[in-house]
Each structure stands twice: as C-alpha cells, then as structure tokens.
C-alpha cells in the first residue's frame, strides 16, 4: 500500500513455513470455451498481477519536484541484483548454444532445422544450466506431499516453452508468455528480494526480460522461424507483444510511489510515436527503450515502408494522447489479443503456481467474449511519398465522408488510436482486401485488468491530412474514415 492509500497490487508469493503441493502441470484448455474459464482461474489473475507490476516500475520516477529518473536499456541508473545476474547467466548459456549450433542448410521454405537441434540441446542441458543458475532452496523447494514433484517441475515447464515450437518452427506471443510466467513463479518462491516497490521489478525488466528478447531475436534471425499464428500486416507483431507495453511505459509521464498510473502524457523531450516510421529515429531510440527496440527488429526482418508491413503499429503511432495513452491501450489489447485468445493460450499448462482453479472475485465473461465479431480500426493515411500521382479515380459508393471512431467495446485492433486522415491509398487497381473483424472485447473479465482499461477512444475530429492530399485521389476501404 502506498503512503496516501493509492493501492498497488503485488502478486503474492509463498509462505515457505505452512508448505506446498507443487504439481506437473497439465493441459487444460483444450476448446474455445476454455478460454472463458481460464480468464476467470487464479492463474489469469497472477499473470495480469504480475505484468501490471513490472508496467509500473518502468513508468519514470519522480525524485522530486524537479527532478525525475526515467529507466534506459543499457545504462548504470538500475543495478542488477543476484538473482538477475544468474538469470543473465543462464540465458548467456542458451546464447553459448546457439552460437554452437550451426545451420543445417539445403534448399527449405520454412526455418532451418538446426533450430530443432538447438532446442534439443537446450532441453537437454537445462537441468544441468538450472542446477548451475538457481539457488538450491528455490529449485528445490520441497512439497508438502513427500512423493510429490518440486518445484523444478513446474519451472522447467514454463522455461521450455519459452524458446518456441520444436515441431511448428516457430515463435509467437505465447512463448513469450511462457517466460514471463517463468519469472513469475521465481517470484511467488520468494526467489527476488523485496526492495523498494519496483526496484526489483525494474531489474527483472531490463536486466531479464529484454536480455531475452534479444536472445530470442537472434534465434529467429539465425533459423529463420516462422511467427506463430501471426495476423501479419494486421497483427501488431509477428512475435513479441510485451516490449510494446514495457517500452511505451518508460516514455511515459513520472510518477512517485503513490501516484495512480497515468492514462495520459509523455515525459518530456521524448520521442513522437510517429519516429516508429522513420529509421534514424528508431535506429538512435532502439538502444534505450524497448519499444523501439521491437521495432528495429522489424526493420531488420522486412523491408518495404513500416506504414505497409505494420499497419497496426502505424496506426498507434498517430494516437495524440502521449506514450500513457498507449500504454494503457496496449495492455488491453495484450489482454484481449493474448490472454483471451485460444490459438496462443491453448498450449499454456497449469500446476500449482499458476493454477486452474478460479479465483474467488472473479466474475464469468460473456460466453465466447474472445471469440466474437467485432468493428475494426480505422487504418492511417499512408504517406504522401508512397501515393500515386494526381488525377481523378472514382469512389466507391460506400465509402463515407467521416466516420466516428469506434469505441474500446468495438474491436481490439488499437481502438484507442485516433486515425488522422482520411482512408487508405493503395498503389495498384486491385480492391483492397478487407481485413477479418477482430473480437469483440467489451467484457474483460475483473480483477487486475479494472483500473487499467484504456478510456474511451477520442470523438475529436482527425487531424489533418498530409499535404497534397485529395479526397479524390484513391479509392477508399469501406472502413477508412
């Protein structure tokens, strides 16, 4: 509890002294309606608990009333504590088997099968590699059931799926959930010490969390993996979602420790969410901010304008609000396109850590909430330079002069970034293919997701359209403004 009463939730770890039954974790989504149940389980409400905690530590701090600290990547202000070194160092052991682990080659259409063999020798080392990283009274902590599984069982599960499918070849959003969750159950076995509220949060973010990242970059780059059940141009990243969250958050307003999360604002001299479409600006902000690293990964695996390959992306960054803004829209949409989707959380597995059981405050959504259909987003206009010339091209009928901007209940593509202009252009005389509607998110499910949904989208009129431009210069989609 903060000093003034402003609530900030923690997950909670084990009471070492009244004992523990850990358990093999299992399969328990195994059909769309699952998900229903899963959004309402005690496993949901950790996982949330445990994102919205670390999202906080990395907002920038107030020192004073003057003074403020923000979080860089890659510099001195956070110091890395044990357990954030051995968890350093055993990723450093995984990067040492990658290097390892050469490319098998031949002709293919899908990623190199010497991803295969190095995950093969991860799991086959990873006893070995957690022996020699994590401490003996976390790894082993004993169960209250004497023929029972410790809690290694339950941490290797989490570890191995974090590295991607063996089978698929590929790596997406719910291996990345895996690692998190991972770090989630080191942190409910009492495995990081209790420091001010988010010092330790801020190690585990930095020092771990986007040290994984880029180790999971270099195997996607190295092996050529696949995304995993990515929406492509429509999805906000074929792999990693939470930089997104984290790295939107350190541009963000500052806060002291009993400040509420702000919904609104940036911290000054920061960079415009327009700089994701301009290479030198990501180039100079990707070694600082996690956001932008995730973009620059993108800039290193496609080619063609950002606007394009990542429309999703280029629509967030004309959100006029500030990083706060975007933040809080990406958690939703994190909650919404992850947590309640059953292609990502179908292979997630429960023991007893992160359990199945439902929580007590939870409240059952509507049936097949993350299913349903739902409006979508209204895509940016698309810059000057990537145009065709001048000259008169016929509208479509149904294309409407203006059009209000959906509001978070519509949709989960961005609803909470504002379109600027009018609708696409495209560069040929082939109809635009119209995407598939998004769910219908309406109904999250309470708990940890309550105080941070992302507020109603603006009803300001768009701002304006970038020069030259014409309302009779393209054809329009049915859902451009």
């Known amino acids: 509890m903060a000093p003034d009463g402003f609530p900030v939730r923690v997950l909670s770890t084990i009471d070492p002294s009244v004992g523990h039954t850990f358990l093999q974790p299992r399969k328990r989504i195994h059909e769309t309606g699952d998900v229903s ?12 608990t445990f994102i919205l905690q670390l999202n906080r530590s990395m907002f920038p701090t107030k020192l004073s009333e003057d003074e403020v600290q923000s979080w860089p990547l890659k510099s001195e202000v956070v110091e890395f504590p044990a357990p954030v070194r051995r968890l350093q160092q055993l990723l450093l052991k995984l990067e040492g088997l990658l290097h390892a682990t050469p490319l098998v080659g031949g002709e293919r259409r899908f990623a190199d099968r010497g991803y295969q063999n190095w995950h093969d020798k991860v799991k086959e080392n990873v006893s070995t590699f957690f022996e020699e990283c994590l401490p003996s009274e976390i790894l082993h902590a004993p169960s209250s059931d004497p023929d029972g599984p410790t809690a290694e069982v339950e941490l290797m599960e989490y570890f191995l799926g974090s590295w991607g499918s063996r089978e698929r070849m590929d790596y997406g959003t719910g291996h990345e ?3 998190l969750t991972f770090l989630a159950a080191i942190w409910k076995l009492n495995g990081f010490p209790k420091n001010s509220p988010g010092v330790e949060e801020r190690a585990i973010v930095i020092g771990v969390i986007e040290p994984y990242l880029e180790l999971v970059r270099a195997v996607i ?22 930089p997104y969250i984290f790295g939107s958050a350190q541009f963000s307003p500052a806060i002291s420790e009993s400040d509420p999360v702000p919904e609104m604002g940036s911290l000054p001299n920061t960079p415009d969410p327009e700089g994701v479409a301009k290479a030198d600006i990501v180039e100079k902000e990707r ?56 292609p990502v959380v179908q292979h997630f597995r429960f023991g007893s ?34 145009r065709q010339g001048p000259g008169p091209v016929t509208k479509a009928p149904w294309a409407t002069a203006s059009q209000s901007i959906p509001p978070p209940s519509s949709g989960t593509a961005a609803p909470w970034a504002t379109a600027r202009a ?59 403004k």
């Open 37 to 48: 149940e899963f959004l309402c389980s005690r496993a949901y409400v950790d996982i949330m």
């Open 177 to 179: 959930l895996s690692f």
């Open 221 to 242: 780059k190295k092996y050529k993996l696949e995304p995993a059940g990515s929406h492509g141009v429509w999805g906000l990243d074929d792999h990693s979602f939470i």
């Open 287 to 342: 070694r600082v901010n996690m956001y932008f690293s995730a973009i620059g990964f993108i800039y290193d695996v496609k080619t063609g304008p950002f606007w394009e390959h990542s429309q999703m992306l280029y629509d967030i960054s004309g959100v006029r609000a500030g990083w706060a803004k975007i933040n809080k829209g990406m958690i939703k949409m994190y909650n919404a396109e992850v947590l309640s989707k059953f």
């Open 353 to 386: 850590l992160f359990s199945w059981d439902r929580d007590p405050s939870a409240i059952p959504p509507p049936p097949r909430a993350h299913t349903s259909s739902g409006q979508e987003t209204q895509p940016r206009q698309a810059p000057p330079s990537t």
């Open 422 to 480: 009018g609708g696409a252009l495209f560069t040929s005389s082939t109809p635009p293919r119209i995407p598939p509607a998004l769910p219908d998110t309406s109904r999250l499910p309470p708990g940890p997701m309550a105080p941070t949904r992302a507020p109603r989208a603006s009803s300001q009129p768009a701002g304006p359209a970038p020069a030259g431009d014409s309302k009779d210069l393209a054809t329009k989609a049915p859902w451009a």
